[in-house]
């Protein structure tokens, strides 16, 4: 399962980071929240855990979220709110691990995953 995205533009003039909508082709509907979505995304070696990010700008604060799907179950977690411009994601040993603008890193672990 590919998301779409759609509707992008500069998160803010000159930015090398967009701002788009999303949706999927699909007879599965996921409950995924009304945001602004970057054009980032990733996916478990089987196909089970896609993540998105989700701007998070309050005040026009840089900031990101990971969403989870579990397409096993339909189910979507929000993750924590991060700091800075997400640049890269990626499933590595059981978690998505991501970077983000200026020099930070984490990762998270989808529910349900060992």
Known sequence: MVP???DCKEIRMGA???CCRVSFQSDVAFD???RNWQDLWSHSDDGRYIALV???TPNNDPGF???VIDTSTNSVTEHQRNSGCCQTLRWVNNHFEWTAFPGSR?????VGNP
């Open 54 to 56: 989700a701007w998070d």
């Open 32 to 34: 995924l929240p009304e």
């Open 4 to 6: 779409i995205f759609f």
């Open 106 to 110: 984490g990762s998270v672990t989808p």
């Open 16 to 18: 090398p980071y967009s």
């Open 65 to 67: 979220r990971i969403h």
